[in-house]
C-alpha cells in the first residue's frame, strides 16, 4: 500500500507565502515524477509544477518565478514553495506521484488535497 500524505495548507494574505509537502510512504520501490496540481472552485484540476528524478522541473505560466518545486529523494518527499501569494491562488493543492512499488507497474497517487486560501 502507498499511502501520500499532505501538509502546509492555510490562509494567508496577499503576497504571503506558504510551503506545502506531501510524503510518500509505503512499499515502494521507486519514484519517478514527483507534481503539484491546483483546483479551484468551479475549475479543473490543472497542472502547476512537476519536478522528475533527475531534478528536471517544469511549471505552468502562471506561477513562474513565484512557484518552487523541490524534492527530497531520500524522504520520498515533495515540496511547494509559494511566493508572492495572490487571491486568484486560492484553490485546493494535490500531489500526484508516479511510483512503482515493490512488485508492481509504475502507476500515478494522489494525495488528499491541501487547501490555500489567499484572503485579507
Known amino acids: 500500500q502507498v499511502q501520500l500524505v499532505e501538509s502546509g495548507g492555510g490562509l494567508v494574505q496577499p503576497g504571503g507565502s506558504l510551503r506545502l509537502s506531501c510524503a510518500a510512504s509505503g512499499s515502494i520501490f521507486s519514484i519517478s515524477a514527483m507534481a503539484w496540481y491546483l483546483q479551484a472552485p468551479g475549475n479543473q484540476r490543472e497542472l502547476v509544477a512537476r519536478?522528475?528524478?533527475?531534478?528536471?522541473?517544469n511549471y505552468a505560466d502562471s506561477v513562474k518565478g513565484r512557484l518552487t518545486i523541490s524534492r527530497d529523494n531520500a524522504k520520498n518527499t515533495v515540496y511547494l514553495q509559494l511566493n508572492s501569494l495572490k487571491p486568484e491562488d486560492t484553490a485546493v493543492y494535490s500531489c500526484?506521484?508516479?511510483?512503482?512499488?515493490?512488485?508492481?507497474?509504475?502507476?500515478?497517487?494522489w494525495g488528499q488535497g491541501t487547501q490555500v486560501t489567499v484572503s485579507s
Open positions: 500526484n506521484v508516479y511510483l512503482r512499488g515493490y512488485g508492481q507497474a509504475y502507476g500515478n497517487y
Open positions: 519536478i522528475i528524478s533527475g531534478g528536471s522541473t
